[in-house]
C-alpha cells in the first residue's frame, strides 16, 4: 500500500502545518480518509464546499464542459464566461454592475487595490487590525498579523490599520492620499469579529464624501455562509468593490471582484491568464444556481441558530463567548484552542482555529441537524 503522506512529505515545497490524516473522499458535509475513517467536516475546505463534496450539479457541470472548452483567453468572448458574469452580478446587491474574473481571494484583493489606486489617482489604504485578506504582497500589506508579514518586508506602503469597529479612529486615519478602506464583514482568520452596522454605515459614508474607494473583503462571507447571499446585505450599505472567492464554485478555483460605475481602469492595465476560463465559469454558474435553487442562505440562517442552541454555554466553563452570522461560528475559549481541536480530530471531528483561542466552524452549508447534534454534544463534553 501507497504510504501518501511518505511520498506527499518527500516532493512537497511544503509551507503548511500538516494534520496526521490523508483525505481521499468526500461527500456533503462528510469526509473520508485513506483507512476508511469518516469525519464531519466543519471546516469546508476553509469555508469553500459550501454546496457540499462531490456535488453532482458541480461534477456534471465541469465535466461537460471539460467536453467542450477548457480554456479561452480574455481577448476572446465567451458563452459560458457571458452567462456566469450575468448571475454572479444578478445574484448580488445592485449598485455593483460589473465584475472582474480571476483565481483566488488574495487575487481579488491584489486586483481591488490596483483599481482603487487607478480610479482615485491616490496610493494609500486604511485597514483594520485582526484583518486578513491574503498572503501575495500586496494582499498581505492589507493584512493585520505580524507573523505573516514581518519576513517578507517591505510589504506595499501606504497601508495603515486601525481596531475593527472603532470608526474615530477611521476618520483620524484618513488623509488627502487613501485611496480606499478595506474591511472583512465578519473577520474570518481574526476570531469570527462581527462588524457592528453603525461602523460599516459610517466607512460608507465617509468613502463618499471624500472619495475614498470602500472595499468589502466577502471572500469567507460571501455566498450563503452567514445566512445572506452576502453578508453586507444585513447593513444598508453600498461600497464600491466587493471581493469573493472561496464559496463561489463549489471548490474550484475562482476569484472575483465586484464594482460599481465608479470604478475604472482601461485595457490592458490588468489581466490575468487563467481568470474567468469556461472551466471555472461553468463550475460558478453550477454552484451559484445551486445555492439558489437550495436557498442555502437560508438555510445557513436556520442551522447556525440551530447550532448554537445547542451549546449550554453558561455551563460549558472553557467558554467565553460564542458568536455567528450564518454558519460562520466562531467559539471563543479561555485558553488555547490546539488541544480542543487535536481533540475533536480523535472524535472524527474537523475544525478550524481562527487566532490561537477561537474554534471556526465553516460546515458545508448542506450539514444535517444531526450532524450539527454530533458536534455540539462533542464540544460539549470536551468544554465543560
Known amino acids: ?3 501518501y503522506k511518505e511520498l506527499q512529505a518527500k516532493y512537497e515545497f511544503d509551507v503548511f502545518p500538516k494534520r496526521d490524516v490523508v483525505l481521499v473522499k468526500g461527500k456533503d458535509a462528510t469526509l473520508w480518509d485513506d483507512k476508511g475513517n469518516e469525519y464531519i ?7 469553500v464546499a459550501s454546496i457540499g463534496h462531490s456535488n453532482p450539479y458541480l461534477a456534471k457541470a465541469l465535466s461537460e464542459q471539460a467536453q467542450t ?20 452580478v444578478n445574484s448580488a446587491p ?21 483599481f482603487a489606486r487607478y480610479s482615485t489617482k491616490k496610493t494609500d489604504f486604511i485597514a483594520t487590525m485582526k484583518g486578513f485578506h491574503g498572503r501575495t504582497l500586496g494582499a498581505l500589506s492589507a493584512t493585520f498579523k505580524k507573523e505573516y508579514r514581518e519576513d517578507f518586508e517591505p510589504l506595499v506602503p501606504g497601508f495603515s490599520f486601525i481596531p475593527f469597529n472603532n470608526f474615530e479612529k477611521i476618520k483620524e486615519a484618513v488623509t488627502d492620499k487613501t485611496a480606499g478602506i478595506i474591511v472583512e464583514v465578519v473577520q474570518g482568520e481574526g476570531g469570527i469579529n462581527i462588524a457592528e452596522k453603525a461602523f460599516l454605515q459610517s466607512i460608507d459614508s465617509l468613502c463618499k464624501e471624500r472619495g475614498i474607494k470602500f472595499i468589502v473583503d466577502e471572500i469567507q462571507t460571501g455566498f450563503c455562509r452567514t445566512g445572506r447571499f452576502f453578508a453586507h446585505e444585513r447593513y444598508d450599505i453600498k461600497p464600491d468593490m466587493m471581493c469573493v472567492a472561496k464559496a463561489i464554485a463549489g471548490g474550484f478555483p475562482v476569484g472575483a471582484v465586484l464594482v460599481n460605475d465608479s470604478i475604472e481602469i482601461p485595457p490592458s492595465k490588468h489581466g490575468t491568464t487563467y481568470g474567468g476560463n469556461p472551466l471555472a465559469c461553468a463550475a460558478g454558474l453550477a454552484s451559484i444556481q445551486f445555492m439558489k435553487d437550495n436557498k442555502l442562505d437560508e438555510r445557513a440562517e ?8 445547542l451549546l449550554d454555554v453558561e455551563n460549558l466553563s472553557k467558554i467565553r463567548e460564542v458568536r455567528h452570522l450564518g454558519l460562520m461560528i466562531g467559539i471563543e475559549l479561555k485558553e488555547k484552542v490546539k488541544p480542543y481541536l487535536e481533540e475533536l480530530m480523535k472524535r472524527k471531528i474537523i475544525a478550524l482555529p481562527a487566532g490561537t483561542t477561537v474554534i471556526r466552524l465553516l460546515p458545508p452549508l448542506v450539514v ?10 462533542n464540544l460539549s463534553e470536551i468544554l465543560k
Open 94 to 114: 445592485s449598485h455593483f454592475k460589473k465584475a472582474y474574473l480571476c483565481n483566488s481571494g488574495a487575487e481579488a484583493v491584489e486586483s481591488a487595490i490596483k
Open 41 to 47: 467536516d466543519c471546516a469546508a475546505g476553509i469555508g
Open 302 to 309: 436556520k442551522l447556525g441558530d440551530y447550532f448554537v442552541s
Open 1 to 3: 500500500m501507497i504510504d
Open 69 to 88: 472548452l477548457v480554456t479561452c483567453p480574455g481577448t476572446f468572448y465567451n458563452d459560458t464566461k457571458a452567462r456566469f458574469l450575468e448571475l454572479l
Open 368 to 377: 444535517s441537524e444531526e450532524q450539527l447534534k454530533i458536534v455540539a454534544d
